[in-house]
């Protein structure tokens, strides 16, 4: 089954700071990688997903997979108050679904 | 839309009592999953249902446990038997087909077992 451990726990950083969130699977079968934003008190919401090696920028985010590593992070330019959330990364795991399993989560905390 | 709907909110149990949950996936979605969520375990896989056949329920303690999706508006998941240990948010999500599409999730029930 895929293990997936995320780095660091938790994380404070100032308004306007660069951050980054990181990733590793057990298992390089996993063909798709998806960050999830969980905002305190509200449902996991899918913020980016990538299929293939690489980057992929949207707005202040970027992700970027090397599954020869099994390395996935996730960068926020210009961090905002409102992205303090717990940040989910998962990874699918085949067998016989197909199901998304999910690292235990980064609670970042933007101070203003 | 209406999104991804879970009942009740909040469910407080007494140890040895039956415990149901409820979610109501988004219309026109053909897979429904059901995660666990607590703080030292994370988000754990429990079970996965697809055209509202049971797929994957390898992330499911078997025995006090089980999930069922009778049509393809609701499914619930049942805890027999609760104990402190199973106190949670239990979330469902539901996605167009499963595999690489997008979950939506739930809101969650929060599961206390006094």
């Known amino acids: 089954q895929q293990n997936v451990q995320q780095s660091p726990e938790s994380l404070i950083v100032p308004e306007g700071a660069r951050t980054s969130l990181n990733c590793t699977f057990s298992?390089?079968?996993?063909?798709y990688f998806w960050w999830y934003r969980q905002h305190s008190g509200k449902a996991p919401k899918a913020l980016m997903s990538i299929f293939s090696n690489g980057e992929k920028e949207e707005g202040r985010f970027t992700i970027h997979l090397n599954k020869a590593s099994l390395h996935f992070s996730l960068h926020i330019r210009d961090s905002q108050p409102s992205d303090s959330a717990l940040y989910l990364c998962a990874g699918n795991y085949g067998g016989s679904g197909n199901k998304l399993i999910f690292g235990t989560g980064t609670l970042l905390s933007v101070k203003p | 839309n209406a999104g991804v709907i879970q009942t009740p909110r909040h469910k407080v149990t007494g140890k040895g009592q039956e415990a149901t949950l409820w979610c109501e996936p988004i219309?026109?979605?053909?897979?429904v999953f059901w995660y666990r969520q607590t703080i030292v375990q994370g988000l754990e896989f429990l079970t996965y249902?697809?055209?509202?056949?049971?797929?994957?329920d390898s992330g499911m303690p078997k025995e006090r446990f089980s999930a069922q999706m009778p049509n393809q508006s609701h499914s619930t998941l049942k805890i027999q038997s609760t104990q402190p240990q199973d106190s949670a948010v239990y979330l469902c999500a539901s996605s167009l087909v499963g595999g690489a599409e997008t979950l939506y999730f739930g809101s969650g029930t929060r599961l206390t077992v006094l």
């Open positions: 249902f697809r055209n509202q056949a049971p797929i994957d």
């Open positions: 298992d390089s079968a996993s063909q």
């Open positions: 219309s026109g979605h053909s897979a």
